[in-house]
Nanobody
Framework: QVQLVESGGGLVEAGGSLRLTCSPS????????MGWYRQAPGAQRELVAT???????NYADSVKARFTISRDNAKNTVFLQMNTLSPDDTAVYYC????????????????WGQGTQVTVSS
């Protein structure tokens, strides 16, 4: 059983920065795309950023030039550096990963973290 463990959320003032980290636990053969999503109160979950194993990135327009996604393939870890935060960034942030296991190395399954709260005060 794989679990994605997130850390780094918290309360920050507008204009501040936070860095989120997500690492999986469990037996893993390979991880393909990893990403971050967020869900604000009363809203649907939305894409923030994704990164492929080859380090190609994709960002939501609302976070471009402020957020940076990166990963360490050797440690199966993904990061989200968030700068110039605004109250509109307040949400629960979820880590997502497509993971293949040793017993079926050609099938990737999607996993979600439990979420970490990011609150930006004005």
């Amino acid at each position: 059983q794989v679990q994605l463990v997130e850390s780094g959320g918290g309360l920050v003032e507008a204009g501040g920065s936070l860095r989120l980290t997500c690492s999986p636990s469990g037996s893993i053969f390979k991880i393909d795309v990893m990403g971050w999503y967020r869900q604000a109160p009363g809203a649907q979950r939305e894409l923030v950023a994704t990164i492929t194993r080859g380090l190609h990135t994709n960002y939501a327009d609302s976070v471009k030039a402020r957020f940076t996604i990166s990963r360490d393939n050797a440690k199966n870890t993904v990061f989200l550096q968030m700068n110039t935060l605004s109250p509109d960034d307040t949400a629960v942030y979820y880590c997502n990963a497509f993971i293949a296991h040793y017993d079926d190395p050609y099938t990737y399954r999607t996993y979600w973290g439990q979420g970490t709260q990011v609150t930006v005060s004005s």
